[in-house]
């Protein structure tokens, strides 16, 4: 079982930059799915980007060209730089993990299993 926590939110300004991280324990990352999800208020959870055992990425429409994913195993860590970023980015964004040793993972919520508590970011104009 792998425990997932977040850090690195906040609140700027449209047009910065924020690096999210998120420390994993109970297990090394290296065989699992990682994804992050991002949540605002009144809306349903909705995948952000997600990242294979070795490396390769997928991105939802609103994150391509401004968000990169990526991770450590060796560290147990998963990140998300986030630039250029708008208001309507401002959620609650959550680390999730998936124990399937793939390279690409599906961004698709309910085969995600393991959770962190979330951080909120929060952008303004």
């Known amino acids: 079982q792998v425990v997932l926590v977040e850090s690195g939110g906040g609140s700027v300004q449209s047009g910065s930059s924020l690096r999210l991280s998120c420390a994993a324990s109970?297990?090394?990352?290296?065989?699992?799915?990682m994804a992050w999800f991002r949540q605002a208020p009144g809306k349903e959870r909705e995948a952000v980007a997600g990242?294979?055992?070795?490396?390769?990425?997928s991105y939802a429409d609103s994150a391509k060209g401004r968000f990169t994913i990526s991770r450590d195993n060796a560290k147990n860590t998963l990140s998300l730089q986030m630039d250029s970023l708008k208001p309507e980015d401002t959620a609650a964004y959550y680390c999730a993990a998936a124990h399937r040793d793939s390279r690409l993972c599906p961004l698709i919520k309910l085969m995600y299993n393991y959770w962190g508590q979330g951080t909120q970011v929060t952008v303004s104009s």
């Open positions: 109970g297990d090394t990352i290296r065989t699992y799915c």
């Open positions: 990242i294979g055992s070795s490396g390769g990425t």
